[in-house]
């Protein structure tokens, strides 16, 4: 069974960049699709970026252009630089894992929450003004 474990939240200035990374343990972290969700509060879990085992990726709108999503099957670390921070972006974020291997341009499979079977507990990302 893989588990997931986030690491790098923090606290950042607006305009700032932090990495989160995401480290799994098991055997089959690199045959999967991996997600970088965030939750503020108040609001529902949503899809930032994600990554297939080819290295595809696909980004929300809200994060295209300053968010990148990428992975080290190797080392089975999954990581997310983000660069331009607005305060916007301040929520938990959360590393996941699905069953399947790629998405296939279905954008409506990895976008959903219930798409994912496994989960890290989070890290905190605040952006200040």
């Known amino acids: 069974q893989v588990q997931l474990v986030e690491s790098g939240g923090g606290l950042v200035q607006a305009g700032g960049s932090l990495r989160l990374s995401c480290r799994a343990s098991?055997?089959?972290?690199?045959?999967?699709?991996m997600g970088w969700f965030r939750q503020a509060p108040g609001k529902e879990r949503e899809l930032v970026a994600a990554i297939e085992r080819s290295g595809g990726t696909y980004y929300a709108d809200s994060v295209k252009g300053r968010f990148t999503i990428s992975r080290d099957n190797a080392e089975k670390t999954v990581s997310l630089h983000m660069a331009s921070l607005k305060p916007a972006d301040t929520a938990v974020y959360y590393c996941?894992?699905?069953?399947?291997?790629?998405?296939?341009?279905?954008?409506?499979?990895?976008?959903?929450?219930?798409?994912?079977?496994?989960w890290g507990q989070g890290t905190q990302v605040t952006v200040s003004s």
């Open positions: 098991g055997r089959t972290f690199g045959d999967n699709v």
């Open positions: 996941a894992k699905t069953p399947r291997t790629a998405f296939f341009a279905n954008y409506a499979y990895v976008s959903h929450p219930n798409s994912y079977d496994t």
